[in-house]
C-alpha cells in the first residue's frame, strides 16, 4: 500500500509539474517566476518617495482588540535598496516609536528601533527581524521594502483573482537572505496592475504560517497602484492585524539624509 501511495504521489507530482511547464510556455519555472517578479518591479519603479497613515487593529482569539496609528514614509533609492521609516502616534505607550529599514539588495537589512521611555535608539540584529511588529500579526521582516535581488522565484500557477476575478500570476519568493523566519512567500499577483492580492507565508519547517490579503486598490501619480486596506491573518489561531490606509501622498520631497538613524529622535517627537 505504502508503494501504491508513493508511486501515486510521484505521477501526481509529475503531472502538476507537466501542467505547470505548459501553463508558463517554458521549461524554466524559475525564469517565468522571475520574469513575473521583474515585472512587478519595473511597474512600480520611478515613485520617488511616497508617505501614508495607517491606522492599525490587531484582533486576538477571544475577542480582544486593540489598535495603533502610523506614518509609513517609504523613500526610493535608485543605487541601493529602499528606505523605509515608521513612526506611531496611538496609542499612547507606543507613540513616538519609530522603526527605520534601509533594505540592501544582496546583502543583510540595516534596521533600527527609536524606543521614547529610554530616549536612545538600538540596532535590530538580523535574526531580530523575525519578532512581532507593534504586536501585530506582522515582523519586523514583513515591514521591510521588497527588493528583487533578494529573493529566488518560482512560478507556481495561474489562477483566478480579484474582483471582477482575472487570470492572475502565483509564484514563491524564496529569500536568499540569512535569518529570514520564512521557508518561501507565495504570491498572487493581479497583471491589471501588477500587484498582489494575495501573499501565503511559510515557516522555515514548510508550514502554511499566515496570509495577506490586499484590498481596495487605487491608482496614484497615473502610475502607482496602492491599497487601502490590507488583513494579515494568522492560520494557527486566527488572529488578525488589519491595516486601513488614508492619505497616501507621493513626491514629498523626503531625502536620504532625513532618513537615518541618528534623525530617529526626530521623528520621535
Excluded at 87 to 104: E, I, M
Excluded at 221 to 246: F, L, Y
Aim: hydrophobic share 35%.
Amino acid at each position: 500500500m505504502l508503494k501504491i501511495a508513493y508511486y501515486s504521489a510521484v505521477l501526481f507530482s509529475l503531472a502538476a509539474a507537466q501542467m505547470a511547464s505548459a501553463n508558463t510556455g517554458t521549461d524554466d519555472i524559475g525564469a517565468r517566476g522571475r520574469e513575473i517578479a521583474q515585472t512587478v518591479d519595473s511597474n512600480d519603479a520611478g515613485f520617488d518617495d511616497y508617505v501614508v497613515v495607517g491606522k492599525m487593529t490587531v484582533r486576538r482569539r477571544g475577542g480582544i482588540t486593540a489598535t495603533r496609528q502610523f506614518e509609513m514614509n517609504t523613500l526610493e533609492l535608485r543605487d541601493d535598496g529602499d528606505k523605509r521609516l515608521v513612526v506611531f502616534s496611538q496609542p499612547r505607550d507606543l507613540a513616538g516609536f519609530v522603526s527605520l529599514t534601509h533594505t540592501h539588495p544582496s546583502a543583510p537589512d540595516d534596521q533600527w528601533i527609536f524606543l521614547p521611555a529610554t530616549n536612545r535608539s538600538k540596532r535590530l540584529a538580523s535574526r531580530d527581524k523575525t519578532g512581532s511588529f507593534a504586536g501585530s500579526e506582522f515582523a519586523y521582516e514583513d515591514i521591510a521594502t521588497w527588493e528583487l535581488s533578494n529573493y529566488n522565484y518560482e512560478f507556481v500557477r495561474d489562477e483566478p483573482c480579484g474582483e471582477p476575478a482575472t487570470t492572475c500570476h502565483t509564484i514563491a519568493n524564496i529569500p536568499k537572505y540569512t535569518y529570514s523566519g520564512y521557508e518561501k512567500l507565495v504570491e498572487t499577483i493581479d497583471p491589471r496592475i501588477w500587484q498582489p492580492r494575495r501573499i501565503v507565508y511559510f515557516d522555515r519547517q514548510g508550514r502554511e504560517l499566515k496570509r495577506l490579503e490586499f484590498f481596495d486598490y487605487q491608482l496614484y501619480a497615473g502610475k502607482h497602484w496602492r491599497p487601502g486596506r490590507i488583513v494579515m491573518t494568522n492560520v494557527n489561531d486566527g488572529s488578525e492585524s488589519e491595516i486601513i490606509w488614508e492619505n497616501y501622498r507621493f513626491k514629498t520631497g523626503l531625502r536620504e539624509s532625513d532618513l537615518t538613524e541618528a534623525r530617529l529622535e526626530y521623528w520621535s517627537r
